[in-house]
């Protein structure tokens, strides 16, 4: 069935070190795909999202790498910061008729002082 | 203030009680959603509307109600609500472009 998951449940990094956060999907039919943070204690926020004609998308010290080959997502956040500590959810949308977003099931980002 | 404001943030009830978590949005967007997170379950939708009077089902609608009767709202019930329906909920809504947006969570506490 469709499902997106994480490699790692858990990713601690070094501040100032860059972060490698991966995700992979299932639905080749996937077009649009999307990066939320959570914070302890808050919503999801939207990091960065990338749509399938793209291989990559930079924001702000993020960038985010397509590779439909082989269904895989992933996150880099550059020079780590301790306010980059949460809960990192990939997510997948059909932008067919139903436009569901599939979640990841989270990664914990933990950035050592 | 919030784009997204769900009401009540916190809330302990007993098993059996009828429960309301109230959605509210401010994006003027047509599609909203209640998704329920759990620990190491990640987000699973519950309900989703594309407009008014609109109500589909997600993957985990069982036990579950909803009423969109106005563009900016979107409320869920829990008609009989049981211990394994603790968790964390989130309202959310779409914009066209695809971009969802959160509200902050209600966290529900079932006894």
């Known amino acids: 069935g469709e499902s997106v998951g994480l490699h790692l449940p858990t990713l601690s990094v070094q501040e100032g070190d860059n972060s490698i956060i991966n995700c992979a999907y299932s639905n080749s039919a996937s077009d649009y795909f999307i990066w939320y943070k959570q914070e302890s204690g808050k919503g999801p926020q939207f990091i960065i999202d990338i749509r399938s004609n793209m291989d990559k998308r930079q924001g702000q010290r993020v960038t985010v790498l397509l590779n439909k080959t082989v269904k895989h997502l992933s996150l880099q956040i550059a020079a780590t910061q301790p306010g980059d500590s949460a809960v990192y959810f990939c997510?997948?949308?059909?932008?067919?008729?139903?436009?569901?977003?599939?979640f990841g099931k989270g990664i914990t980002l933990s950035v050592r002082p | 203030d919030a784009d997204v404001t769900q009401t009540p943030r916190n809330r302990i009830t007993k098993t059996g009680k009828r429960i309301m978590l109230e959605c509210s949005q401010t994006k003027g967007h047509d599609r909203m959603y209640w998704y329920r997170q759990d620990p190491g379950l990640g987000l699973r939708l519950i309900y989703y509307?594309?407009?008014?009077?609109?109500?589909n089902k997600g993957e985990i609608s069982d036990g579950y109600s909803v009423s969109r009767q106005a563009q900016a709202k979107f409320s869920l019930s829990l008609e009989s609500a049981i211990p394994n329906q603790t968790a964390l909920y989130f309202c959310?809504?779409?914009?066209?472009?695809?971009?969802?947006?959160f509200g902050e969570g209600s966290r529900l506490t079932v006894l």
């Open positions: 959310a809504t779409i914009s066209l472009t695809g971009e969802l947006f």
């Open positions: 997510a997948e949308n059909n932008a067919g008729a139903n436009s569901k977003l599939t």
């Open positions: 509307s594309f407009d008014v009077k609109d109500i």
